[in-house]
């Protein structure tokens, strides 16, 4: 478990109440910031300052937080004996956790030695006869025993729930659950695992407000990094985004085209501009906006990013690349290229296009694949990735055209490389099989059934029977194996919902789940639905970013450059995998591409060879710290 931070950057608002409930004071603050400190007395406080008032000391006892929201960047807390409650907004969310973990670690730890050694608290009167001079210094930093100690305690800590300020109340109760029982409780953003260290000096490089591109192979960890990221960085600001809807849910976000807000991009770069300042909520989004994310970046079109960058500048009326606005991208454009429409040329991809260059300060590689186990399979997969298919290879992937990787009735999921086939065996399949067929549908958002449909790979119908061969669209239990893609067949249904039996023999009742994404003009939209599709079959686009734990494919009807690696490296092993008809005709990579990443790679082996006017013995692992990385990638601009 990781420490606990002591010091949050975030918006708040502080709401002192008089004992009749109505609010007495209020303050707001759109950048503040908390520190937790103590006293002469050793009794801790919440320091809350901004640059230009005075701070606000409140101590911490007697305190209720309410912490639902914590993903979102958003907490409040209650200081009963103040009679304030403080609520905490556009907070980086992996702050905010630590920072509230770190509250709850020294409040215990405070409980249990106040309980062990001293008979009671210090009086008032005591400390007022104290000598000692009034003095705060900053709480001294959690360690691994502290966490330890406190999660023993997990099941003591209670909390209740104060409402949220002003408009958001109503709205915010209308869509809350039963209000959390704990005060710390392990969260997904704490108990996923750890970033290794190329992930953590992507991390580290995205923090330091620079524009990153960071690319790598499938599986190593692209979506799984940026998803860190984006909740490192703070909420109100940050827009996540990705080329396709199906990539966007996956890291949390929306599509770049729904967030830009100016169509296709088609038209004159004049009349896309003049579009975007007319209509208030585009022109809005655009200027709120300080860190812009887009996964999957090989499948955005070059001219629509060079159009995006111009757009952003005219309309934030700021000449800096995207107007000011910190891009972090990632994505591998050895995987799909953007979808162009025939007959149109031009250039493809986004770093084609002249402002790629002006854009992008650093560059990273992440080397680690983590999809994958089996060194064999990694290495033909990096062969495929650049179009090179030897005899060992070819022969080696033919020979799974017989093997069996079915179990327990759960059939491999076909992919197609077009859509329309993958709809088609669904639905046949569907209708195959005997029993009742029971219908789900979605409840959506108003009228947000179209988008949904477009932004979340929950579909607004599902149709089952007892029988149907189902993938799992969420991560319902990561421990128990129960991950997005994990692979199942309907075995039954019980009070109305599926009970699904999975590769690994686990069952699963499937109940609703919910998926967001964000309206174009910053809202929340839902869907809920149970978390399944069909997996008979599913095309390759719809795969890209996918994780599959049983998989069959036809490579005859491939028609883009790396539609063969995508399909391929969405297998875990080659024993989950079979290809029926294997031909190295099938598989190549555009030279454009290869040309980008021979350059790409020279820069980044200049950058590790090149000293940095550092001796060697500087660096430990011959690794240069990201200080230096920086510098150099500086230098180099
Ligand atoms: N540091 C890590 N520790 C453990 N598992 C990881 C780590 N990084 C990634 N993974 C896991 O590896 C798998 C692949 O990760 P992810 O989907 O992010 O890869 P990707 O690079 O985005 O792949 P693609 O190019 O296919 O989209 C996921 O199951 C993810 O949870
Ligand atoms: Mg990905």
């Known amino acids: 478990m990781e420490a606990g931070e002591s010091f949050l950057s975030c918006a708040v608002t502080m709401e002192w109440m008089t004992p009749q409930g109505s609010i007495s004071r209020k303050i707001n603050y759109k950048t503040a910031s908390l520190r937790l400190i103590r006293n002469e007395f050793r009794e801790i406080f919440m320091e809350i300052s901004n640059d230009k008032s005075a701070a606000v000391k409140l101590a911490l006892k007697s305190i209720n937080v309410f912490k639902k929201f914590m993903a979102e960047g958003k907490a409040s807390v209650k200081f009963q004996d103040a009679g304030c409650t403080l609520f905490i907004s556009n907070a980086p969310p992996t702050n905010l956790v630590s920072f509230l973990r770190t509250i709850f670690v020294k409040m215990t730890g405070d409980k249990e030695q106040s309980a062990n050694t001293t008979p009671s608290k210090q009086s008032m009167r005591s400390k007022l006869l104290s000598s000692k001079a009034q003095a705060f210094e900053e709480i001294s930093p959690v360690t691994v025993a502290d966490v330890h100690n406190a999660k023993k305690k997990i099941s003591k800590a209670t909390v209740t729930t104060p409402s949220p300020p002003s408009k958001k109340r109503k709205m915010d109760e209308s869509s809350r659950g039963p209000a959390p029982k704990k005060l710390y409780s392990p969260s997904p953003l704490t108990t996923t695992s750890t970033l290794n260290p190329e992930q953590q000096r992507v991390l580290e ?26 909740a490192a960085l703070p909420p109100d600001v940050t827009v996540p985004t990705a080329s396709t809807g199906v990539a966007a849910c996956h890291v949390g976000g929306t599509t770049l085209h729904a967030f830009a807000g100016i169509g296709d991009g088609s038209g004159t770069l004049e009349n896309l501009c003049e579009k ?13 906006c300080k860190h812009l994310i887009i996964d999957e970046i090989s499948m955005v079109d070059g001219i629509f990013f060079e159009k995006l960058e111009a757009v952003a500048r005219y309309v934030r009326k700021n000449d800096k690349p995207f107007g000011g606005i910190q891009l972090i991208l990632c994505g591998d454009f050895l995987q799909l290229p953007p979808v162009v429409e025939k007959g149109k040329t031009g250039k493809r991809f986004c770093f084609q296009s002249p402002c790629w260059d002006k854009c992008i300060e650093l560059c990273f ?4 694949v983590h999809r994958q186990n089996d060194s064999e399979f990694i290495s033909i997969l990096n062969s495929i990735r650049i179009g090179r298919v030897t005899k060992e290879i070819s022969d080696r992937l033919t020979g799974t055209s017989r093997q069996k990787i079915e179990s327990d009735g759960i059939l491999a999921t076909r992919l197609c490389s077009h859509t329309n086939d993958s709809k088609m065996i669904n639905d046949s399949k569907l209708s195959d099989l005997e029993g009742e067929q029971k219908v789900f ?18 579909p607004s119908k599902l149709m089952l029977k007892i029988g149907a061969q189902v993938m799992l669209l969420k991560n319902i239990n990561v421990n ?6 994990a692979r199942g067949v309907v075995v039954r249904f019980e ?29 929340l939209l839902c869907r809920k639905q149970v978390p399944l599709n069909l ?46 008809d294997f031909d190295s005709r099938h598989v190549w990579a555009d030279p454009n591409v290869l040309e ?19 001796p060697l013995a500087d660096k430990s692992n011959k690794k240069f710290k990201l200080r230096d990385i920086l510098e150099k990638q500086l230098r180099r601009k």
């Open 495 to 523: 009070e109305g919902f599926p009970v699904v039996r999975f590769k690994n023999k686990k069952e699963y009742t499937a109940r609703s789940e919910r998926w967001y994404v964000k309206n174009s003009n910053g809202s």
């Open 480 to 485: 128990a194996g129960l991950v997005n893609g």
């Open 205 to 230: 490089a995205c923090l330091s407000g620079k524009n990153v591109f960071f690319t790598g192979s499938a599986g190593t960890g692209k979506s799984f990094l940026l998803k860190r990221i984006v």
């Open 276 to 288: 975007a300042v007319k209509l208030p909520l585009v022109a809005q989004k655009w200027r709120k």
């Open 535 to 580: 997996a008979w079959a599913f095309s390759i686009h719809k795969s890209q970013g996918l994780t599959l734990d049983c998989v069959e494919m036809s490579l005859s009807k491939i028609f883009e450059a790396g539609q063969a690696y995508v399909a391929l490296s969405r297998a875990q092993s080659l024993d989950t995998l079979r290809v029926l």
């Open 441 to 458: 549908s979605s409840q959506d958002s108003d009228n947000a059934t179209k988008l949904l449909d477009m932004q979340t790979i929950a």
């Open 596 to 614: 980008f990443y021979q350059r790409f790679r020279r820069r980044l082996q200049q950058m590790e060879i090149v000293p940095l006017g550092r």
């Open 365 to 368: 590689e992440l080397k680690q």
